[in-house]
């Protein structure tokens, strides 16, 4: 169930994030959706925080993957440049997180 939750908590953040780019395009109304999104990433992020699963693990998958659709997503909806490099340090977040993920692991 924790796991369902963090990725409501991911998709709902990173819908409001693309939506942040879009209202700060001239299109105001679309701030409303920015706002509805955040807090129903922090209300699922809580609830699955509820339901057991430890905070560095939630966060660490909530940045790691959130980074890496809004990058990707930002790239086919706004044209936004993905170098190599950039795919790069998301290879190093994903890394990171599987380090966190199996250095909790006993």
Known sequence: MS????GGAILAEVAA??????????RRAWYALVVLGYLLAFAL???ALAAGM???????LWAAIGIVLTALI??????????????????LIAIGVL???FGGAH
């Open 17 to 26: 994030t693309l939506s942040l780019r879009v209202a700060t395009d001239g």
């Open 54 to 60: 430890p905070l560095g693990v939630a966060y660490g």
């Open 45 to 47: 992020l809580s609830g």
């Open 99 to 101: 380090l966190i993920e």
């Open 3 to 6: 796991a369902l939750l963090l």
């Open 74 to 91: 930002s790239r086919a909806l706004f044209h936004e440049a993905l170098t190599p490099v950039m795919l790069g340090g998301m290879g």
